[in-house]
């Protein structure tokens, strides 16, 4: 039997075994996705419960006095550090867009990275971010290719930032565990930090010294060059920096030191992005909550009250604003494109008259 003859005979079976595992997809797709969403919605409703336990003893009316004696100026020197985070942020897509080596211009690469960003921060970012970076990259000329090095550039950029700030944070800040999880870690802190150090020294080494593309499911990946790498840890860590700073704005003054914040929320952020919880809703809550009044055997409710004024007000500065300003630049690029797609329409009469 000659090997075109074996070919043609066994290409049917290949067909009929693809079909399969076609059909067998899609069967499962909606089941896991239910699956996945009721588990989200589960992690949620869980953390809200653990939420609701810890303000058990205390009042609206504690929290609005504190919203209230929280200066002006404080709120103020928040949404600029806020406005100047997603100024930072602009730096994610660049570096991507760079990588790529698409040109785009700075003002487009701008509204993709705010709107792409806020919209992670209010509804997820497979949800948000994702979906309406895809709508808007495939509208400048990238393909579905690109856009998948693109997320997972920016996927990485990400990790590498937490990973960077988190072991500078360990290794160097003066950050202060709650005992009840100090007694529970078989290492110090430390141990953490110089472990995600050398993440971020491996990283850079595999940037310098790989530089023949890796095939992963089928495509080839390649690691960016060494001043985009660079770029990539100073972009994201400014980033993490940045939001955890306006956070510790927002906190009433003596509520916890910056080191201890910057923490707090980088674990908050581990964990929501890992669980898939859109824009960190109850985690952020409860593991800054947890981390920032465990330092005491029985937090005062004042405290308690402090960490919940400002994670309130972090909310509405660091997500609900940025997400309504996200909404109506989104709404004007939509605008934008169907007053072209219109104008198109009308020369394609216009010519064929």
């Known amino acids: 039997m000659s090997p075109e003859h074996d070919t043609d005979s066994t290409a049917p079976q290949d067909v009929d075994s693809q079909d399969e595992v076609q059909k067998l997809h899609q069967a499962w797709r909606l089941p896991l996705e239910i699956a996945k969403y009721t588990t989200v919605f589960g992690i949620i409703a869980f953390c809200l419960w653990i939420v609701r336990a810890k303000l058990k003893h205390i009042t609206w009316a504690q929290i609005v006095e504190s919203v209230e004696n929280i200066p002006p100026s ?3 020197l928040a949404i600029m550090i806020t406005a100047l985070n997603f100024v930072v942020l602009t730096g994610y897509d660049w570096i991507a867009v760079t990588y790529l080596k698409k040109k785009l211009s700075i003002s487009k690469i701008m509204v993709g990275a705010v709107v792409g960003y806020a919209f992670s921060n209010v509804v997820g970012w497979m949800l948000g971010g994702t979906a309406v970076r895809y709508r808007m990259y495939r509208r400048w000329g990238f393909s579905f290719m690109d856009i998948v ?3 997972s550039l920016l996927t990485v950029t990400f990790w590498m930032g937490m990973f960077l ?7 160097m800040l003066p950050v202060q565990l709650p005992d009840e999880y100090q007694d529970k870690l078989y290492f110090e802190p430390i141990v953490f930090g110089y472990v995600f150090l050398a ?10 010294l790989i530089r023949k593309p890796l095939k992963i499911g089928g495509q080839e990946y390649s690691f960016p060059p060494m001043n985009l790498s660079l770029l990539q840890l100073v972009v994201s860590a400014a980033d993490f920096a940045l939001a955890s700073l306006v956070l510790y704005i927002l ?4 509520t916890a030191n910056y080191s201890t914040v910057l923490v707090s929320y980088l674990a908050a952020m581990i964990v929501a992005v890992t669980l898939h919880v859109p824009g ?11 981390l920032l009044t465990k330092n005491e055997v029985t937090p005062s409710n004042e405290l308690i009250v402090a960490v919940t004024c400002g994670l309130l007000l972090f909310r509405a500065v660091y997500y ?16 934008i494109f169907w007053r072209q797609k219109k104008s198109e329409g009308e020369l394609a009469i216009g010519d064929n008259i």
Not at 165 to 171: C, N, P, Q, T
Not at 199 to 208: E, G, Q, R
Not at 320 to 335: N, S, Y
């Open 199 to 208: 993440v971020i020294l491996s990283y850079l080494m595999a940037t310098l």
């Open 320 to 335: 609900l604003i940025p997400g309504l300003i996200a909404l109506v630049m989104f709404l004007w690029q939509e605008v």
């Open 165 to 171: 700030l988190a072991g500078i944070a360990f290794v």
């Open 74 to 76: 404080q709120i103020l």
């Open 149 to 151: 090095a693109f997320i």
């Open 280 to 290: 960190g809703f109850g985690v952020l809550e409860v593991i800054v909550l947890d």
């Open 251 to 254: 906190l009433p003054d003596g």
